[in-house]
């Protein structure tokens, strides 16, 4: 667990090994946030689209831009109806 002060204007500094953690460094946004579980959470306000590498399984077979597109317009399209 890693440990900060808040100073007299309200300021505290994020320990090393969090921003290590969190992959932030100086003049990265950051977003706090209470959970459902009254939880603070700490989070960067963006993160690299690199992050997201390996989160979603791979197809069965390889997919073409053409069968990309045509899944986001099929997508698109359903949301005009909602």
Same mark, same amino acid.
């Given at each position: 667990?890693?440990? $900060?002060?808040? +100073?007299?204007?309200?300021?505290?500094?994020?320990?090393?090994?969090?921003?290590?953690?969190?992959?932030?460094?100086?003049?990265?946004?950051?977003?706090?946030?209470?959970? +459902?579980?009254?939880?603070? #959470?700490?989070?960067?306000?963006?993160?690299? #689209?690199? #992050?997201?590498?390996?989160?979603?399984?791979?197809? $069965?077979?390889? #997919? +073409?831009?053409?069968?990309?597109?045509?899944?986001?317009? +099929?997508?698109?399209?359903? /949301? /005009?109806?909602?």
């Amino acid at each position: 667990m890693s440990d $900060a002060t808040l +100073s007299p204007d309200g300021r505290a500094a994020i320990p090393a090994k969090i921003q290590e953690y969190l992959r932030i460094g100086p003049g990265d946004e950051i977003d706090f946030m209470i959970d +459902s579980d009254g939880r603070v #959470v700490l989070r960067p306000a963006k993160i690299s #689209v690199r #992050v997201l590498r390996g989160c979603l399984p791979k197809p $069965a077979r390889p #997919v +073409s831009l053409e069968e990309m597109d045509e899944a986001i317009a +099929s997508g698109m399209a359903g /949301e /005009e109806e909602k």
